[in-house]
């Protein structure tokens, strides 16, 4: 991803720090980066659109009480509006995934259905309407997706000017930036949605609870990576322990090729869903199947 445009925002007003050498720290941080921030995150934004052929993965980790999702996405797509393929496999069952495939140009996209789900049709692909426009990473649900929900989540943190903890070069000229994003705004900017069942015996203040946020951009202006964690002791309005793990971990692994996204599968090998309807009377029995 280009972000040249976006790192020198991050950076105006500190043209001559050396390497190695930190960003301002603490309060001054808060008030250097957050002036900065939402115009460098909605350039981000607006770069990442221009889905640069990479290779990304995002691990997302989030229990409350024991309960919860563990899983790795894969993601490499070749250059906007073209081709993508999306691993999604679980880190507690190895049964338990799917591969999402969107072919250059295609009007459709396609589903490989891991074991776990080889019962809900009698192919192992499923397609479905592609509906999403141009395949930009910002609007699709491949790891630039949560890349850029995360980057909101701090996005509106830093908005309320208490989030920033510390701006800094390191010694390679690589740029990270640290701040600390409630609870609240990782919801609010959908990092991860919440069912209400469970919003509603979460008790009140552990939405204020903080998640530690790293972003790092390599020293040619480039986004490395960004995380987010957090582990906190909770409980919930009965009064039961509902301690909370989070660990979100989006990286760029590297450029990618044609040759890493496979072609769309044999008609004879795809159970087509026509409309809404029907994908979501699929996703309905899918859901059942992982207990949601």
């Known amino acids: 991803m280009a972000m040249a445009g976006c790192v020198s925002m991050v950076l105006a007003g500190c043209g001559q720090a050396k390497a190695g050498t930190a960003l301002p720290q603490g309060e001054d941080a808060a008030a250097y980066v957050s002036a900065k921030f939402d115009s460098t995150l909605n350039q981000l934004s607006s770069k990442m659109q221009s889905g640069d052929a990479v290779k990304t993965t ?14 790795t996405l894969s993601t490499a797509q070749s250059g906007t509006g073209q081709a993508s393929i999306t691993h999604n496999d679980s880190n507690k069952n190895l049964n338990d995934r799917l591969d999402f495939l969107h072919p250059a140009g295609s009007p459709a996209d396609y589903v490989l259905l891991g074991p776990l789900y080889n019962s809900l049709e009698p192919t192992p692909w499923v397609s479905m309407p592609h509906l999403a426009g141009d395949y930009g990473p910002c609007i699709t649900g491949d790891t630039y997706h949560m890349a850029c929900k995360m ?92 301690p909370f793990d989070i660990d979100y971990h989006f990286q760029i692994v590297g450029p990618a090729t044609p040759a890493d996204i496979p072609q769309a599968p044999d008609a004879s090998q795809v159970t087509v869903l026509p409309d809404q309807a029907a994908v979501d009377e699929f996703n309905a029995r899918k859901d059942k199947i992982q207990g949601q």
């Not at 995002?58 to 899983?71: H, S």
């Not at 070069?169 to 740029?175: I, K, M, N, P």
């Not at 509603?200 to 202006?221: M, R, S």
């Open 58 to 71: 995002l691990l997302t980790r989030f229990f409350i009480a024991g309960k919860g999702i563990d899983g």
């Open 151 to 242: 980057l909101g989540a701090v996005a509106r943190a830093t908005k309320k000017g208490q989030a920033v903890k510390s701006a800094k070069h390191l010694a390679d000229g690589t740029v990270v930036l640290q701040a600390d994003v409630s609870l609240q705004d990782f919801q609010d900017a959908q990092v991860v949605v919440i069912p209400q069942a469970v919003l509603d015996k979460t008790a009140d203040q552990v939405h204020q609870q903080l998640i530690h946020a790293t972003i790092t951009i390599t020293p040619q202006g480039t986004l490395q990576q960004i995380e987010m964690v957090a582990k906190f002791p909770s409980t919930d309005k009965a009064g039961k322990d509902s």
